[in-house]
C-alpha cells in the first residue's frame, strides 16, 4: 500500500505561480498529477517516470514543469502563467502495480 501526501495548492491570481508537492511512502515508477473540476472527468496534467521521461497535458505545455526527487520519494508540479481555467482539484498520482491517489488539493485561479 502506498500513500500520498499533497501539498501546495491555494489562491493565486492569473499570471501567479504555484507549487505543489506530494510525498510518497514508497518507490515509485510513474508519479504525477491529475486535476478534476466539479462535474468533468480527471484528467492528466503530468507524469514522470523514475527514469526522467515526461508527459504533459497539451493544455499546460510551457507553463508546467513536473521534476522529482527519488531519494526523497518526492514528486512536484511547478506551476506558472497560471489561468482561471487551471481551477481544479490537484491529485497527485502514483503507479507500480497499482495505481494511487493522493487526497486532493485545490488550485484556484481567480482575481
Known amino acids: 500500500q502506498v500513500q500520498l501526501v499533497e501539498s501546495g495548492g491555494g489562491l493565486v491570481q492569473p499570471g501567479g505561480s504555484l507549487r505543489l508537492s506530494c510525498s510518497a511512502s514508497?518507490?515509485?515508477?510513474?508519479m504525477g498529477w491529475y486535476r478534476q473540476v466539479p462535474g468533468k472527468k480527471r484528467e492528466l496534467v503530468a507524469l514522470?517516470?523514475?527514469?526522467?521521461?515526461?508527459n504533459y497535458a497539451d493544455s499546460v505545455k510551457g507553463r508546467f514543469t513536473i521534476s522529482r526527487d527519488n531519494i526523497k520519494k518526492m514528486v512536484y508540479l511547478q506551476m506558472n502563467s497560471l489561468r482561471p481555467e487551471d481551477t481544479a482539484v490537484y491529485y497527485c498520482?502514483?503507479?507500480?502495480?497499482?495505481?494511487?491517489w493522493g487526497q486532493g488539493t485545490q488550485v484556484t485561479v481567480s482575481s
Open positions: 498520482y502514483a503507479k507500480i502495480a497499482s495505481e494511487y
Open positions: 514508497g518507490i515509485i515508477y510513474v
Open positions: 514522470m517516470t523514475s527514469g526522467g521521461t515526461t
